[in-house]
């Protein structure tokens, strides 16, 4: 199968939370499928939410894109990117009932991100398009890491060969779907020759889909480790010496 990847990274980014709005907005630990489908959409030059009619069920991105796999590696060693709380001022006037209308906002946002993306390409006409503008760097408009605060680079664009892979036991390099691979447990002389290797587990809910009606996130946990995984669920592919799950 043919996959295309690419290196998406910046120096901030802030991908909202929804479910907590109050004084201080929190973001999301890694980039999410909706963002990334953003992204390719600004890319495509697509419609967004703010130019999304009262008729349609979607934002034009979505609606074209959401069919789409893909694969997300996060390139930390921890398996989480750092965060700083970020505040500033926000004095358009009508952001604050407050006395000389001034909001302060508070940020969390996350430092020094850098991801691979895989695309699985099909013949699909728009997928085609994709590849085509991301190859030749052809991007219809600039492109950000949740909001334009955050300018987002893309960078070592590459056609590649990948292979389906079922049941086997193995690291997995990219996130994956809680449930779709088990923890595996390594006998115990194999442990030690690997105890100097520091583990990390990383479990967040994260958005993968919009509501229909409501546009608002649907959830799927997502898990991002280096402890070996026994692989029972579908779409994880072999490409070059990564383990991935497209979804």
Do not use: C
Request: glycine fraction near 6%; proline fraction near 2%.
């Amino acid at each position: 199968m043919e996959i295309l990847k690419f290196r998406l990274n910046g120096k901030t980014a802030f991908f909202k939370n929804p479910e907590v709005n109050t004084y201080l907005y929190f973001s999301y630990g890694n980039i999410h499928k909706v963002a990334i489908l953003g992204i390719l959409g600004a890319i495509l030059g697509l419609k967004g939410y703010n130019q999304q009619g009262s008729k349609e069920n979607y934002p034009e991105f979505y609606e074209k894109l959401k069919d789409i796999k893909i694969a997300i590696v996060p390139l930390n060693s921890r398996g989480m990117f750092d965060k700083k709380i970020q505040s500033f001022n926000n004095s358009v006037g009508y952001a604050s009932g407050e006395e000389g209308g001034n909001l302060i906002v508070k940020e969390e946002w996350l430092e020094n991100v850098d991801w691979e993306i895989y695309i699985l390409i099909d013949k699909n006409k728009v997928v085609q398009e994709l590849k085509d503008r991301l190859l030749n760097r052809q991007f219809k408009y600039n492109i950000y890491l949740g909001k334009n605060d955050h300018p987002a680079n893309i960078l070592e664009v590459e056609l590649l060969q990948g292979k389906e892979i079922k049941d086997i036991t193995s690291e997995i390099d990219s996130l994956f779907i809680k449930g779709e691979a088990e923890s595996y447990t390594e006998n115990s002389g194999l442990r030690k020759r690997r105890s100097e290797i520091i583990k990390f587990l990383y479990d967040e809910r994260l958005p993968y889909a919009l509501h229909e009606q409501s546009n608002q996130y649907q959830m799927k946990n997502f898990i991002f480790t280096n402890y070996k995984q026994k692989i029972n669920g579908d779409n994880f592919v072999k490409i070059n010496d990564k383990l991935i799950q497209l979804f």
